[in-house]
């Protein structure tokens, strides 16, 4: 009995792998095809729909080439910072992230790193489970394995949600700041970062606070020089897009 209990156990654990495996999305897909939606947007249009909401996305995707060095360099000193060193996974912030978790019995977003939010904004619901957090990882390590740095930070850079109904960095450029995301200054790279960890209920003040360390960021690298930090702090935040606080509304 001991032995068949054993083998029907092993038998469910295979077959719970290859169902897990089987069910992983195809990023290969990604190599030469934008996505034309995410996990999280259906999400976002579903709660709209739930809410009788208007069911709008503003989005325009654009090349690597065609969004702003100040925006890039931004969001990787906030986000990711080892981006283009580590396989996907940066083992020392998880680590980090797991114990802070183990305290708080909570998972939160520390520890991701870029090529990972980019799996669990393509591909996942935002569950805070572990199970979600291992299919994002695995996935993540695909993305990885699969395309080049550029393309996972392209991809990234034109889905992330910048607001409500905003998605991608052309899409949030126009919106605040009415121009393309070519186009922007440190300032305004340094703005839509601080919008990223809550773009839909931040406050002023947060995001305030958020963008100025965006900013001694990169000041502390060298992107911009300690004058233009000391300077550029010192200007109201969205001082060029008139409607910005109203959309930050819950």
Known sequence: KKMLVKSLLLSTIVASLVYFYLALPDVSLLKNRNPRTSA????????????????????????YGRISDHLKKAVLLSEDASFFSHNGVDLGELKEAFKRDLKTFS????GSTITMQLAKNLYLNPAKNPLRKIKEIIIAWQ????LSKTRIFEIYL????WGRNIYGAEAGSRHYFGKSAANLTPLEAATLVALLPSPRTAREQS???????????????????????????????????????QLLQD
Do not use: C
Request: glycine residues 2%; charged residues 35%.
């Open 207 to 245: 995001i305030l606070q958020r963008r100025n360390l965006s900013l001694a960021r990169l000041a502390k690298v060298g992107h911009i020089s300690e004058e233009e930090y000391h300077r550029i702090k010192q200007i109201p935040l969205f001082h060029k897009a008139k409607d910005a606080p």
């Open 143 to 146: 993305l990885e394995q699969t």
């Open 107 to 110: 998972f939160k977003r520390g």
């Open 40 to 63: 999280l947007m259906e999400l976002r249009d579903q709660e709209n729909r739930e809410k009788k909401l208007p069911v709008s996305r503003q989005q325009i995707w654009v090349p």
């Open 158 to 161: 034109n889905i992330v949600e």
